[in-house]
């Protein structure tokens, strides 16, 4: 089928005009391509991540190396699905380096992470993420965290459980286990 720009098109999910590389934080939900559970099982409602999604969890880990403007806050690893909240401080930023916005770390994250599956499966170049990010689980739709309050909710929400879909397509509460990297706020 030939292109159409009046049947192919996707929907902006950020917000008109403003700016994702503004200091704050800022919430992300991304899904492995066609929901498959690759990064790990829930057992008796606790998360057990694989290897691959220890590779997902290491990745996360080594975002602030790469960029000096970010700090981590929450992140969950799910079997076919991550969550994460990330802090843009507002700092200088070092001679020869630029201020990213959120699309390009959560881009990144998504890159390394997908290469390094990649690496552990031997299919290099198979795109493992859904192309798009996007934040449905709060009722918020935006992707900045506006509110301390707000950052609370999602938090919480993230400690306590999560949804997903189980084989019959019914959704299912799990429990989480939730691991924040040393030094991140509660």
Known sequence: ??????????RSIRLRGYDYRRPGF?????????????????????????????????????????????????FV???NHAHGIVELLDIPMPPGKRRHPFSEVVRSFKSFSASR????????????????????????????I???DTLK????????????????GRLRRNRLRERRPEGAPA
Not at 134 to 141: E, H, K, Y
Request: with cysteine; hydrophobic share 35%; aromatic share 12%.
């Open 153 to 168: 909710i999602i938090r919480a929400a993230g400690r306590r459980i999560d949804f997903r879909n189980d084989a019959q």
């Open 146 to 148: 506006g509110s301390a």
């Open 77 to 79: 690893v799910m079997p």
């Open 26 to 74: 800022y919430f992300f939900t991304t899904c492995i391509k066609h929901m498959r559970c690759i990064l790990g099982e829930v057992v008796d409602g606790e998360m057990h991540c694989n290897p691959l999604g220890e590779q997902v969890w290491e990745i996360w880990r080594g975002l602030p190396d790469h960029y000096a403007h970010v700090r981590l806050d929450s």
């Open 1 to 10: 089928m030939a292109y159409n720009p009046r049947i192919h098109h996707r």
């Open 117 to 144: 599956i990649n690496e552990q499966l031997m299919t290099p170049g198979q795109n493992r993420w859904h192309r798009n990010y996007w934040n449905t689980s709060s009722g918020i739709r935006k992707h900045w």
